[in-house]
């Protein structure tokens, strides 16, 4: 071990970290006897060490701590105790509720009768009771509508959720989980369509990174999208009219729709959409004059300015006269 | 690992743990939540450790979980990113520890968790080389480089001599 001024940091360091035995800690211990100036050097290196600090303590730590196996002990003794309770309870109520079946004397006397103690065991054993018509009692199964509804989200297109022309008729809550298949558009605005208040779809959605979804177990309720309530539909009287005014007084359709409205109470109900659907299926929709656009329309600039027209007097006009005259129209006479 | 065992660790390492982030992050809220997740991992995963290796593993999984969040909320500051005037403080400092702090954050995170996984817990180089995912050789030459940052920082700052 050579000690000299290109390496005694690395032994400095070395014996700092507790790495030289006893030997080579007295041979570095004399070169630094001899080199006065790197004593300090070592005293610094010394005081690189950390020194934990124990009053830094993380508050909250004994909620780490998970119950023991007393606990669990306790807990099964508890569960073993009901159990017991209940057995016995279910031999109590056999026994003088609907003992009729079991022959007590019989049981007795065979008691007495000194059987042998496994065959008066086995006669205390209970027969299976079979209740008659269980199966109405069952509730029914929700996996079908599951797998209905999970079909349904699974097919659906990327933000659009569509039923099956079918109706889905779930009438519970369901837990669908796929979020593989549905992605976080579909998740954020969701547009299911079926009966109007029936289905109630709670997604759970599962962490994934696919899908860039962080919450866990992130629930989502939807309510199926109130469909157009079926109205009644124009009687054949007021189809009639109608068809008689369409041709009497043709206006736009907005327009029209107005004026039917006021035109009789008949009308008072009749939406926009009922309207518009009876004269597409008649093709007179397209009998109604379209309204014309705004760019469409004359220009009306007094209108649009809110001023009074300024009518324009007669010599304006005929200084404007040659201004305004075409180019191939003759000139006027110098008469 | 029993139940009981894992009290065990809980009680023994949380708040070695707890100071090993700590050190490092600065950050009390970010320390525990590491230390919780770490003990998460480790009863969720408690059947397939051994009591013996818990300590190991226990700061094994809390240094990823660190590393991840640095990596995530780029915390990484570099020697080279510090300010001059980090480098060449002239305060005066009653306390050697706050000085050590100040010098620790001026080291690159890798040298400063094998210098306090060294003078914290003690633990060998090949032993921080296992949770740093480290050979035996690179440890050593952190711990070296980071010594020697940590004496020039002390020299600079002339709080010694």
Known sequence: MKIDLHNYESYLIEYVEGNLDKDESGTLMEWVARNPEKQVELEVYEKTRFIPDETIAMDGWEHMIKPGTGQTFLKLNRYVWILNSLLVATIIGYLFLGGKSVEQPSLLASAVTSEPAERSLTSTM???????????????????????????????????????????????????????????????????????????VEVVVKRDKKLR???????????????????????????????DLIYKQPKPFDEFYRFLKDYDPWFQSMTRHELKRFLKGNRLYEELPVKL??????????????????????????????????????????? | MTVEEFNTCVRMYSNRVYRFILKQLK????????????????????????FETSKQYIFTVAYRDMLNLIKKNSKVMLLEQLPETSKTDSRSYSDLNEILDRALSTLPPIQRTVVLLRDYEGYSYDEIGDITDLKESQVKVY???????????????????
């Open chain 2, 27 to 50: 950050d009390s809220s970010e320390a525990k939540d590491i230390v919780q997740n770490t003990f998460e991992k480790v009863w969720n995963k408690r059947e397939s450790i051994k």
């Open chain 1, 126 to 200: 209970l027969n299976p009771v079979v209740a008659k018509g269980k199966e109405s009692l069952k509730k029914p199964s929700l996996t079908e509508p599951a797998k209905q509804a999970n079909h349904l989200l699974a097919s659906a297109a990327p933000g659009k959720v569509v039923a099956d022309p079918a109706p889905v008729h779930l009438t519970q809550k369901l837990s669908i989980i796929q979020p593989e298949k549905l992605n976080a558009r579909a998740i954020r605005q969701p547009e299911i369509i079926g009966q109007p208040g029936e289905v109630e």
């Open chain 1, 293 to 335: 656009k705004k760019k469409d329309r004359p220009k009306d600039n007094y209108q649009k300015a809110g001023q009074e027209p300024k009518i324009p007097a007669i010599g304006e006009i005929r200084q404007q006269e040659p201004a305004t005259r075409r180019a191939d129209a003759p000139e006027p006479s110098q008469h």
């Open chain 1, 213 to 243: 979804i962080k919450r866990q177990n992130k629930r989502v309720s939807y309510k199926v999208k109130k469909r157009h309530e079926s109205r009644p539909t124009l009687g054949p009287m007021q189809q009639m009219m109608v068809m």
């Open chain 2, 143 to 161: 711990i070296h480089r980071a010594r020697k940052s940590l004496k020039n920082y002390l020299i600079s700052i002339e709080y010694i001599l």
